[in-house]
């Protein structure tokens, strides 16, 4: 069977389906990335701190807390790393078996496809499950160059290459961060591309549902207007419980 004939046997709305799902995935990271000014990301934000981060630990004595934070960032990106890689060693697993679930879909969807349809969707999720398990594994490595370059700060703040080195650091600091965040977005699609396996109109809903959640999480959540807030003073108990509801951070 040609990829021609494995196309055919997907109606046109499959197919609308699934290049909205990439057009998405190319969309967010825009938009997610390089948001307004006026308007600035969680992502975009954090990137800020993370900067500033940088700037403070120069000048902090000891050190030890920021290294506990990259190591702590490291097994963060481990741990998706490895789950990614379990993903696509259980989606291989499903397309050497994908007339089991044929007969499981089957059952709720009453839709009698071909084996070969099976394996093109478990094949979409897998595409995806591989992205964040590449993008996991470049954070990984960057957050350890991170390491390295902190550990090349001079222990003197007066020392002329103290600060220049701590930007270095900073930078590739959220270069991680960006990696670590595009491999995120790959998980959360990978998750709206299973639902194609109940049909093109359950692709298309999952991919509107995704969409909703992460721009919500980078735009109008009450953890991104803790991080807008002036600490033009000393804290409150009212200005700590500012943004409480049910919101989620």
Known sequence: MTLLDRIALFSTLDLVAVALLFAVWIALTVVVEHPPASRPSVSVLMAE?????????VTRDPRIFDSQIVANLRQGTAFFASAAMI??????????????????VQDITADDAPTAVWEIKILLMVL???????????????????????????NDPADPLAFPRAAQAGEINVTAARSYNRGLRSVYLGIAASAWLLGASALLAATAITVIVILRREFVSASREVLLRSPAGPATPDATRKGDGPRGR
């Open 87 to 104: 993903a696509i060693g259980g989606g291989f697993a499903l397309i050497g078996n994908a007339e089991l679930l044929s007969g499981v």
């Open 49 to 57: 701190f993370r900067r500033e981060w940088m700037r403070q630990f």
């Open 128 to 154: 995806f499950a591989a992205n964040a398990f590449l993008k996991f594994v470049w954070s990984h490595r960057l957050f350890g160059y991170c390491s390295v370059l902190m550990a090349a700060v001079p």
